[in-house]
């Protein structure tokens, strides 16, 4: 009996994951909202964003008339997410925490509570994406122990869930998701994969869930929010003194707090100076700069890993220099499952 299937939908206080809800209620589903706090964040005057988010996430399972939980990963959040982006951008990395929050956090913590504590039958979040499965396919999936050693990989390739882009694809986030276990995305409904960002607006505006409308979209990493990055992350990391070298002419055009704020292809504001320049280089580990890699097959999304080096940049197209190698290293492509087995091209 359909009415009987629960499904954990992770509610964050935004229309995305509000009008996910909805759809899962009408779809006869016996719905629970979870609201995950991640991150003990002030704005600039002292609020707790998380709070205010918690409020809204409430307000609307109210609304919907299902139960409301909510948990708190803030530990695992930094252990996981946070202290691995700062151990990144301090050697001169540029890492995504959303691909890794979804890795350790939504998909992990969040997807394990909703099934061991909960009983869920699926969960379900807002994103823009789909996957290969129906629903009913969803609810048929068992969690199955992969077997140890030798057919481990085997097993994974027969029993592989593809992770697809969503049919809006301004918004599709496969990007944020490309990291994601098998185990999870077997139970994973997408209720938005199939529809554009202006008809959810439209569904949100026609239940009354007008106070998630008012929202201004969450942008950019979430726990830097509205505050200036280089100034939240220096709260963090010791600056690093240095200098902006132009590489046409090894002239010192400005000095910098730290080369670990910038990214290759970065423009860099440099004081004083109008014309625009662009991060093309960084002493530091050369070739080691890492930017979060993500490989598609037409519509699906097969997986992402860390790229170790670099192709050349136009200045040294221009120069005629040779074209290093693009090395990837990271998860296993399209299974988020195991370090260390990204291919090599």
Known sequence: MQG???????????????????????????????????????????????????????????ILDIPFHQVSYVKEYWNDVFSDFLNEYEKGRTPNPDIVCNK?????????????????????????????????????????????GLFRNRFEIRNVVKLLQAADSFKDQTFFLSQVSQDALRRTLFPLGGLTKDFVKKIAAENRLHHVLQKKESMGICFVGKRNFENFILQYLQPRPGKFISIEDN????????????TLGQRANI????????VVEKDGV????????VFYKGGE?????????????????QKGRSRPDVTVEGSSIGRGDSPGQGPTL
């Open 251 to 262: 002239k010192v055009l400005g000095t910098h707090k730290g080369w670990f704020l910038y």
């Open 301 to 317: 999304c097969l997986g992402s890993g860390k790229i170790l080096r670099l192709g050349p940049s136009a200045y040294t197209l």
């Open 104 to 148: 350790h956090i939504k998909f992990s913590c969040f997807f394990n509570y909703a099934v061991d504590n909960l009983g869920a039958d699926a969960v379900a979040t807002g994103h823009y994406a789909r996957t290969s499965l129906e629903d009913e396919e969803v609810f048929q999936q068992k969690h199955v122990k992969r077997p140890e």
């Open 286 to 293: 050369r070739g080691d700069v890492l930017v979060f890699a």
């Open 4 to 62: 009987a299937r629960h499904v954990v939908c992770a509610v964050s206080g935004g229309v995305d994951s509000a009008v996910a809800a909805l759809l899962l209620r009408r779809r006869g589903y016996q719905v629970t909202g979870v609201f995950m706090k991640n991150w003990d964040s002030l704005d600039e005057h002292g609020v707790c964003t998380a709070d205010k988010d918690c409020e809204d996430a409430y307000r609307v399972c109210q």
């Open 271 to 278: 004081g004083g100076l109008r014309e625009p320049w662009y």
